[in-house]
């Protein structure tokens, strides 16, 4: 069936880096375009990013551009979050999402959520 | 602060009808498809209305979605305990270049 898988979370000090995973199965993932969404402790949901199918377009939330990348590689159906420069209010957990109307459009799919904390 | 303002909380009867309202603007709601999203304590988010009013398949018919203008709204008619829940509305923004979530309504079914 249509599943997503995060992985890569952990804890982390400020400043420091991690990349996230999510590894896509039951369904052909170089087709949609992808989310990162995140929720903070006891906090509402926020987008982070989305990638095109192809890699071509993305598009970040003021909160992470210049800090977070989101890439794809179609070959592994695997989708990634490069975190750098973190910061505290990072800590959240991290939920893939796929989409199938394309970058702007709804999510069908999330996947369990992987925890980052960011604390020294 | 979210872009999207909803409630922070609704309650209900089981059985009654319960509708929760998502406000934006132009550049959001105003101009793209809305949807909506349910999560259970503990659980990840799940679709519930997409394209302002339609459900995925396995969503029961007691769960509406409609739009006007720059708001949106959620119904559930013959609510039931398994309902209490979080929901959240999202649309994209045009003028932010992305994604943008209401701040979530807890529901409580009495």
């Known amino acids: 069936q249509v599943q997503l898988e995060e992985s890569g979370g952990g804890v982390v000090q400020p400043g420091r880096s991690l990349r996230l995973s999510c590894a896509a199965s039951?369904?052909?993932?170089?087709?949609?375009?992808m989310h990162w969404v995140r929720q903070a402790p006891g906090k509402g949901l926020e987008w982070v990013a989305v990638i095109s199918y192809d890699e071509n377009n993305e598009y970040y939330a003021d909160s992470v551009k210049g800090r977070f990348t989101i890439s794809r590689d179609n070959s592994k159906n695997t989708l990634y979050l490069q975190m750098n420069s973190l910061r505290a209010e990072d800590t959240a957990v991290y939920y893939c999402?796929?989409?199938?109307?394309?970058?702007?459009?709804?999510?069908?799919?999330w996947g369990q959520g992987t925890t980052v904390t960011v604390s020294s | 602060q979210s872009v999207l303002t909803q409630p922070p909380s609704a309650s209900g009867t089981p059985g009654l009808r319960v509708t929760i309202s998502c406000s934006g603007s132009?550049?959001?709601?105003?101009?793209?498809?809305v949807s909506w999203y349910q999560q259970l304590p503990g659980t990840a988010p799940k679709l519930l209305i997409y394209?302002?009013?339609h459900r995925p398949s396995g969503v029961p018919d007691r769960f509406s979605g409609s739009k006007s203008g720059t708001s949106a709204s959620l119904a559930i008619s013959g609510l039931q305990s398994e309902d209490e829940a979080d929901y959240y509305c999202?649309?994209?923004?045009?003028?932010?270049?992305?994604?943008?979530f209401g701040g979530g309504t807890k529901l409580t079914v009495l």
């Open positions: 132009s550049s959001n709601i105003g101009s793209n498809a």
């Open positions: 999402a796929r989409t199938p109307a394309g970058m702007r459009g709804y999510v069908d799919v």
């Open positions: 999202a649309a994209w923004d045009d003028g932010l270049n992305g994604a943008v």
């Open positions: 039951g369904f052909t993932f170089s087709s949609y375009a």
């Open positions: 394209s302002n009013n």
